[in-house]
Every structure is written in structure tokens, then in C-alpha cells.
């Protein structure tokens, strides 16, 4: 059996403290705590290290090497010396495609501790971290390596005087500042592709969620990734996470976080290379359900969509229209999907909803939770913090009747599970009120009507709107944002064009 088939058999039911079995499984995960650089784990320059919290009891569970300034820099020069020594950027696709194959192979030999280690660090149910995250990590690595060698560059109609031809080259050194919410598969989003394309890598993890990473690239070394190619330098965003992006010698910049930090990267590339940086920012994602919709999918998938990751994920469809003459009915069900996501120990394999990321982001979703009554919205279910003597971090399912979509919980992105119910009377109001804000990540439409799904699939500003879903398409789909939720695409093919650069070539 394996380590988390194990812990998952012995597994604490309902809510626990849970710190001997946490404590227990730590000491057999002997969780990686150092910077990765040049191929191998190294203490922080300056010495210094920052604890982890487990959110599931509030307990120190690691302490994690703070990379900074100095680090970055050590990282960056093992990535450029292995960038210019063509140990990977110049090897044939093919022959990227067998290491990363041979990448995915040993995560998925890890996958239960890789899965742990997330629901430990971060708090997310352990099924999920299992059968979602680290499958679709496994997934996201398999896709890009089998990808890279099938990716054909262009001819030019340049005429019979000359050959002009269009290639696309990797960028060199890439760096990414990856978020907590989905540690290891917003990490794979980028690391899948850079990789495959033939770059070298300085990642930064999330500073609340850095454990399963640093696993990771150390699979990635005994896959047969060269030294230098895949550096991980944990530490917190205005140190390590600044230096990356003013860096001189970064190539290019992937960040995916919060709208305020995305800007902040924009800035980093004027004051120093001018390095092109994509950014997956925040959402407020408007799911709007018509009375001629399939009432008990949308009900399902309008409660899971935000309850799921305690509603942790930028795409969540948190401004929930509905039309006005099924509302109530609406509600009344969607209170049962509720009640069925009571949060529980996310180590307790029948749970579905688990913790919050930690103290501080309960607080805010907390204020969030008074700012919305203060404003006059209805607290139609949940609303409160729960299981706060198990020392961890728990809030139930919330929504929001009476919403107006210009109150403070249907304009900002909360990060929690709490839905924002709009009430809309006919297309066009529901177009303009889906667009009326500043995000443009993704949007959800529930309707039979096929003229109106896709007259409003077009006039919805977003980069993804679901017809009669949620989610859907997986890595085939091109997944970002417009307005402030971003530039530029992760996953799909098109993933490629920001980790390489177009060459032109003419000859005579
Ligand atoms: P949140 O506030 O939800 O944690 P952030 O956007 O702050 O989201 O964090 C996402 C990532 O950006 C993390 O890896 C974090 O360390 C990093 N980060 C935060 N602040 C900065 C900053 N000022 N400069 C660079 N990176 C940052
Ligand atoms: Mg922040």
C-alpha cells in the first residue's frame, strides 16, 4: 500500500486536529525545504528561512529556505549558462520529448505524495489533489512533450528570388511567479510548456504553498532535465519575486496571481529589459442561467463551480445571474449544493470542500462577508467561519441574494466560497451587466436557445465563455484573460507562443 493509500485508510474522520497524523505523514514525506539550483538543493544565501503552516491545524509544519535577491541571481546565471551550452535548447524536439515523457512517468509514480504534500501545505481535499491536480499535472507534462515534436515552423510567399522562412526559437531564460491556489498544476501550466519549448526556468513558487514544487523539480532532475535547466527558488513576492522580474537576464516573464501584482510586473519590465510578460490574472466570472436551462446541471455546477477549492480559483463563476422569473427556485435548490459542501478535514478522503489558504485570507473573505451585508445584500446561506478549535481555517458555503453588481462582493474578487446572486430580465440587460467590470477571465452561459448561447458568446468580453457548463475543453483550450484579467494564454498549443520568439530568415 502505498503512503497516502496509508494515511487515506486511517484517515481522521470529521473534523480533527489531525497533528499526529500530519506529523507522522511529514516525517515519511520528508518534505524538500531548499532552492534548487544548478541541479541541486542549496541553503538561501543570506541563511534565512520562513515557517510553513499547515492551514488544516495551524501548525509549523517545514521551514522553507527564503530565497531572495542574491538567490534569483545565482538561479538565473545556472540558467543562462545552461541555456547557452544547448545541453537543452538545442536537442532535437524529439529528444526533449523522450525526457519529459520519462518526467511524466516519475510523477506519476509520485502522485500520491505529490498530492499530500498539497493537501498538507495548502489545504485542499486530498481526492481532489489527487485525482485533479496532480492527474492533470501528469497530463499537462505528457501533452507538451508529446506536442513539441509534431509543431511545424512557416515558408514565406516571398516570391521565386529567395526563401523566407519563419521559426519559432525558445526565448532563453524564462522566469514564473506562480499562486497558491493551484500549487503545482498553475505551475505545470507553465512549466509544461517552457520546458518542452527548450528554455531554461527560474520558478518562484507561492511563498504560502512551495513544498509540492520542490518535489517536483527534483523529479524532474532524475527524469534527466540538465542541471540548470529547472531552478526553484521559493521565497516572498517583493523580494524573490521583484527580482526575477526586474532581472537583466530573464528573456521573459509568466506570472499568474492577482490583478495588482500582475501590474506590478508590467512595471518591472519598463524599468529594466523590457522582457515580455504574460499575466493570468483575477476574475469575477458571470454565470448567467436562462429559465429555458437545464435548472438541476446549472444548479450543480453553479454551487460546485465556486464551492469547489473553497472557491480558491480565478475563473470561478462567483456573479451568479439568474433570470428573474426562476430565481427563488433557483436558490432553493442551489441551498441543497450548499449544504451537501460543508467544509471537513481535507485529509478525510470523503471531503469535498476543505480549508481556506490561511488566517489571513479567512480574514478577508470574512470582511468581505460583512461588507456584503453592510451594503444590503441578503445572506441567503452560510456566512461563518467554522471548526475554529480544530486550529484550522474553515468557512461554509456562502450566498448572496439581492446582489447589485455594483456593490463591493459583485465588483471584487473575493477568493472564497461565496456566491453573488444578480437577478436579470432579459439578454441584453444580462450581456451588459456580465461586462460591467473591470475582469474579462471567463464567463458561463445556460441556455437551449442556440441563437442567444452564441449571440452572447460573442458579445461577452472574456477569454473563455461555456455554453451549459462551467469548465470544460481541459489543456485544449486556450485559458486567459481579457481587460485586467491578463495577457496572453496558458494551456492549448498556443500556450507555445509566449515561451519562444519568431525568427525571420531570408536567403538570397
Ligand atoms: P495573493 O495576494 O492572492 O497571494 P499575489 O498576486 O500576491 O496573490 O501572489 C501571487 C504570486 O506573486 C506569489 O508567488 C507571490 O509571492 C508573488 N508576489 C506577490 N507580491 C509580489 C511583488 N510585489 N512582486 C513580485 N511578485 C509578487
Ligand atoms: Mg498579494
Known amino acids: 500500500?502505498?503512503?497516502?493509500?496509508?494515511?487515506?485508510?486511517?484517515?481522521?474522520?470529521?473534523?480533527?486536529?489531525?497533528?499526529?497524523?500530519?506529523?507522522?505523514?511529514?516525517?515519511?514525506?520528508?518534505?524538500?525545504?531548499?532552492?534548487?539550483?544548478?541541479?541541486?538543493?542549496?541553503?538561501?544565501a543570506s541563511g534565512k528561512t520562513f515557517d510553513?503552516?499547515?492551514?488544516?491545524?495551524?501548525?509549523?509544519?517545514?521551514k522553507v529556505a527564503e530565497g531572495d535577491a542574491e538567490d534569483i541571481d545565482r538561479a538565473v546565471?545556472?540558467?543562462?549558462?545552461?541555456?547557452?551550452?544547448?545541453?537543452?535548447?538545442?536537442?532535437?524536439?524529439?529528444?526533449?520529448?523522450?525526457?519529459?515523457?520519462?518526467?511524466?512517468?516519475?510523477?506519476?509514480?509520485?502522485?500520491?505524495?505529490?498530492?499530500?504534500?498539497?493537501t498538507i501545505d495548502m489545504g485542499k481535499p486530498i481526492r481532489f489533489s489527487k485525482a485533479v491536480d496532480v492527474a492533470m499535472v501528469i497530463e499537462h507534462v505528457r501533452w507538451y512533450a508529446e506536442a513539441i515534436?509534431?509543431?511545424?515552423?512557416?515558408?514565406?510567399?516571398?516570391?521565386?528570388?529567395?526563401?523566407?522562412?519563419?521559426r519559432r526559437e525558445p526565448m532563453g531564460v524564462v522566469g514564473a511567479v506562480i499562486p497558491w491556489n493551484y500549487p503545482l498544476l498553475m505551475a505545470a501550466w507553465k512549466f509544461a510548456p517552457i520546458l518542452a519549448a527548450g528554455n531554461s526556468l527560474v520558478m518562484k513558487p507561492a511563498e504560502q504553498s512551495p513544498l509540492s514544487l520542490l518535489r517536483v523539480v527534483e523529479l524532474a532532475a532524475e527524469a534527466g532535465i540538465p542541471a540548470g535547466v529547472f531552478n526553484v527558488v521559493p521565497g516572498f513576492g517583493p523580494t524573490a519575486g521583484a527580482a526575477l522580474g526586474k532581472h537583466m537576464d530573464v528573456d521573459a516573464i509568466s506570472f499568474t496571481g492577482s490583478t495588482e501584482v500582475g501590474k506590478y510586473f508590467l512595471k518591472y519590465s519598463g524599468e529594466s529589459?523590457?522582457?515580455?510578460?504574460?499575466l493570468e490574472c483575477g476574475g469575477k466570472s458571470p454565470n448567467i442561467v436562462f429559465a429555458d436551462a437545464d435548472l438541476d446541471q446549472a444548479v450543480m455546477a453553479s454551487g460546485m463551480g465556486v464551492f469547489f477549492n473553497s472557491g480558491q480559483s480565478c475563473n470561478a463563476p462567483t456573479r451568479l445571474m439568474i433570470e428573474a422569473s426562476i430565481k427563488d427556485q433557483f436558490l432553493e435548490k442551489l441551498k441543497g449544493v450548499a449544504a451537501n459542501m460543508a467544509p471537513d478535514n481535507p485529509l478525510n478522503p470523503k471531503t469535498a470542500h476543505g480549508t481556506i489558504l490561511d488566517g489571513t485570507q479567512t480574514k478577508r473573505i470574512m470582511s468581505y462577508i460583512e461588507a456584503g451585508q453592510k451594503e444590503g445584500a441578503k445572506l441567503f446561506a452560510g456566512g461563518k467561519q467554522v471548526h475554529q478549535a480544530s486550529g484550522g481555517y474553515y468557512i461554509e458555503p456562502t450566498i448572496f441574494d439581492n446582489v447589485k453588481n455594483s456593490m463591493k462582493i459583485a465588483q471584487e474578487e473575493i477568493f472564497g466560497p461565496v456566491i453573488s446572486v444578480i437577478a436579470f430580465k432579459d439578454a441584453n440587460e444580462a450581456v451588459q451587466i456580465a461586462n460591467d467590470t473591470i475582469y474579462g477571465l471567463w464567463a458561463s452561459v445556460w441556455t437551449k436557445n442556440i441563437d442567444r448561447a452564441l449571440t452572447l458568446s460573442r458579445k461577452i468580453r472574456a477569454g473563455t465563455v461555456t455554453i451549459n457548463d462551467v469548465d470544460g475543453g481541459g489543456i485544449t483550450l486556450p485559458f486567459g484573460g481579457y481587460k485586467q484579467s491578463g495577457i496572453g494564454r496558458d494551456k492549448s498549443l498556443h500556450a507555445l507562443e509566449k515561451y519562444t520568439q519568431m525568427k525571420a530568415i531570408y536567403i538570397k
Open 1 to 44: 500500500m502505498s503512503l497516502a493509500e496509508t494515511f487515506i485508510k486511517n484517515a481522521p474522520q470529521g473534523i480533527s486536529p489531525a497533528s499526529d497524523e500530519i506529523a507522522q505523514a511529514l516525517s515519511r514525506l520528508e518534505p524538500r525545504t531548499q532552492i534548487f539550483i544548478d541541479g541541486k538543493f542549496v541553503p538561501a
Open 52 to 62: 510553513r503552516i499547515s492551514p488544516i491545524n495551524g501548525k509549523v509544519i517545514a
Open 77 to 118: 546565471k545556472s540558467a543562462r549558462k545552461a541555456f547557452d551550452s544547448g545541453v537543452w535548447s538545442d536537442l532535437a524536439p524529439a529528444a526533449r520529448k523522450k525526457t519529459l515523457l520519462r518526467f511524466a512517468d516519475l510523477l506519476a509514480k509520485h502522485a500520491d505524495e505529490l498530492a499530500l504534500l498539497e
Open 149 to 166: 515534436d509534431k509543431v511545424y515552423d512557416e515558408i514565406a510567399p516571398t516570391g521565386p528570388g529567395g526563401l523566407g522562412m519563419i
Open 273 to 278: 529589459n523590457m522582457k515580455p510578460v504574460s
